[in-house]
T-cell receptor, first 111, second 120 residues
């Protein structure tokens, strides 16, 4: 069974700090996705990484896919209160769009 | 996630009643997925449907839960004789008929805003 482990589970930081969230697996994934979910809302796709070693940037967010395609990281530079939310990594299980999700990282950025 | 429409957004049911959750996929999408998010837990896959077909229901509880995606109309997730443990957020997602470029071997899926079921 493919599993995705996220760490840390909870993260509370001050505005302006940097942080990294990790998503690890013992299985190889063809791609990994990162989502952000706010309370009372559905997950919103941030990025999909496909190639081993790939790095994608989305403003202050940097996403990296491990060379072996078993892990990924999300780095946020100079975090802002608007970054507060639940960050989820997910990977496809077999084909057809079924996703396995990590348990999520609850980020709180205090002003 | 714009375009995947779920209703109702919030639903309260007494134990033993039935809950019906509806999902209209994004325009042009013929693949629908249902996920459940329990408090303090991540999203768990329930079922994957295409029009008039259940493709993968490996995440569906064996009893009381059913799903359909008819030729016309929205996808329906039906929970019969609800119990308090069914209280959760239920998310629908849809994907296009073909893989999107750069998305590897799977389709990119887009989530709706969820339906929150409370069983009292």
């Amino acid at each position: 069974t493919q599993l995705l482990e996220q760490s840390p589970q909870f993260l509370s930081i001050q505005e302006g700090e940097n942080l990294t969230v990790y998503c690890n697996s013992s299985s190889v994934f063809s791609s990994l996705q990162w989502y952000r979910q706010e309370p009372g809302e559905g997950p919103v796709l941030l990025v999909t990484v496909v190639t081993g070693g790939e790095v994608k940037k989305l403003k202050r967010l940097t996403f990296q896919f491990g060379d072996a395609r078993k892990d990924s990281s999300l780095h946020i530079t100079a975090a802002q209160p608007g970054d507060t939310g639940l960050y989820l990594c997910a990977g496809p299980y077999n084909q057809g769009g079924k996703l396995i999700f990590g348990q999520g990282t609850e980020l709180s950025v205090k002003p | 996630n714009a375009g995947v429409m779920q209703n109702p957004r919030h639903l309260v049911r007494r134990r033993g009643q039935e809950a019906r959750l509806r999902c209209s996929p994004m325009k042009g999408h013929s693949h629908v997925y249902w996920y459940r998010q329990l408090p303090e837990e991540g999203l768990k896959f329930m079922v994957y449907l295409q029009k008039e077909n259940i493709i993968d229901e490996s995440g569906m509880p064996k009893e009381r839960f059913s799903a359909e995606f008819p030729k016309e109309g929205p996808s329906i997730l039906r929970i019969q004789q609800v119990v308090r443990g069914d209280s959760a957020a239920y998310f629908c997602a849809s994907s296009p008929t073909r893989s999107e470029p750069g998305q590897g071997t799977g389709n990119t899926i887009y989530f709706g805003e969820g339906s929150w079921l409370t069983v009292v």
